[in-house]
């Protein structure tokens, strides 16, 4: 793994907190020199935590490119090879399997894309507003055209992006600008359900009324013509500037719920400020008996935690469908 010299100085002490909060987050802030190895054995301890059989999704991070292909190391905040991530998993196949990062304006992408379905990648990743990828560009129709042909999902993000800084283009985050994708025959997961921030609706023109993110997501899941093909990725939407609206909304959508999948966002439910079980009781979606349990399970596990407190979640006496936890078959290409 590659850190933006960036986050490492003191002369920029928003970037170097940040990586201070993932490290922190990822038990790995005391290892200096072998952050990389200690971040993977946190993993491999709290997996044991969890049920025999449960699999985790380890993600390659792509470097920013430009719209001639060309890496842009300095403005990425970090780089995960895809080697690095198969690796990982190869040398751990119990617990992991692994997702390919490659930038769609890369002169290459289609091979890249054709090396990792041959080395075993369940998907590929992107962070548009980080990495610099329109994902509305026409430059992105070799990437689009491959991943349908080797039926291999994408996992984007959409809506707000705080984590990660990079390019920080927070317009190519629109979930409607992933519809060239959905057009050209490409599963999408649109991460997070697009649960942060506001964009413009581009179905009302390029200068459309900012709505909620979630709102557009909402609306690709309602657009009979993406049924089988647009999903949501229920990761981090617990978070405290997450969760309001968007969160009763998920558990209410019943219809939605086979084509929600659950993700942990690891490390972020070890990130104490970004998460609290008193709030989520506070918006109805919890019972307070609950709240104590949780809070001791997030002080031993927080992955086990995050699992437990969205299996938890009621609304109306409604919860999340057992099936969005149970992702293999999406993975693995059964449906």
Known sequence: MVVNPR????????????????????CAHASPGGVDRAYVERMLNLMEGLRAGSKMLLFAFERAH???????????????????????????PQVFEWVASVHPYRTDCVEALERAKREGARAVKWLPAAMGMDPASALCDRFYAAAS?????????????RAVMGTDVQDYGNPLRLRRALDAGVRVVVAHCASMGQDHDLDKGASGPLVDS??????LMDETRYAARVYGDISAITQVNRAGGALARVIEREDWHARLLNGS?????????IFSVDYIVSLGLLAA???PVLTEIRRHNPLLFDFVLKRSLRRNGKGLAAGVFETRR??????
């Not at 979630?214 to 609306?219: D, I, K, M, Q, T």
């Not at 966002?265 to 400020?273: I, N, V």
Request: glycine share 10%.
């Open 7 to 26: 986050m490492q100085s003191l002369l920029n002490p928003a970037e170097y907190a940040r990586r201070l909060f993932f490290l922190n987050a990822g």
């Open 214 to 219: 979630f709102e557009l997501f909402g609306r």
């Open 66 to 92: 430009d719209e001639r292909g060309e890496s842009q190391g300095e403005r990425s905040g970090f780089y995960v090879p895809d080697a690095y991530a198969r690796d990982t998993a190869r040398a751990h």
């Open 330 to 335: 999406f993975f693995e290409g059964r449906v």
């Open 265 to 273: 966002d690891y490390p972020l439910p070890g990130l104490m400020p």
């Open 149 to 161: 042909r080797l039926q291999l999902p994408l996992i984007s993000h959409a809506g707000l992006e």
């Open 289 to 291: 008996a609950a709240a």
